[in-house]
């Protein structure tokens, strides 16, 4: 088993960048996908992020070209660099590997995207 920690949430300006990072506590080596979530108050957890084995990423239309998943498997993180952010990104943002046929989560860190 792993348990992950995300870290980097914070409060931004419309327009601007923020860098998630989710720590695994043990190796993900054999994670067959990695993603990213979030969850706004009132609303469903949406999924934001994935990255497959072989390098394959998934984005849904609402962030494409705006975040941008990526992992370091030497430092078992699993990052999102989350660039021109909009109030509507406002949410709790969380991060889940699949692995080993178990779905592990971390708590979670805050975006808040306000002027």
């Known amino acids: 088993q792993v348990q992950l920690a995300e870290s980097g949430g914070g409060l931004v300006p419309p327009g601007g960048s923020l860098r998630l990072t989710c720590e695994a506590s043990?190796?993900?080596?054999?994670?067959?996908?990695m993603n990213w979530y979030r969850q706004a108050p009132g609303k469903q957890r949406d999924l934001v992020a994935q990255?497959?084995?072989?390098?394959?990423?998934f984005y849904p239309d609402s962030v494409k070209g705006r975040f941008t998943i990526s992992n370091d498997n030497a430092k078992n993180t699993v990052l999102l660099q989350i660039d021109s952010l909009k109030p509507e990104d406002t949410a709790v943002y969380y991060c889940?590997?699949?692995?080993?046929?178990?779905?592990?989560w971390g708590q979670g860190t805050q975006v808040t995207v306000s002027s």
């Open positions: 889940n590997i699949g692995m080993d046929s178990s779905s592990y």
């Open positions: 990255l497959t084995i072989g390098g394959k990423t």
């Open positions: 043990g190796s993900i080596r054999r994670a067959y996908a």
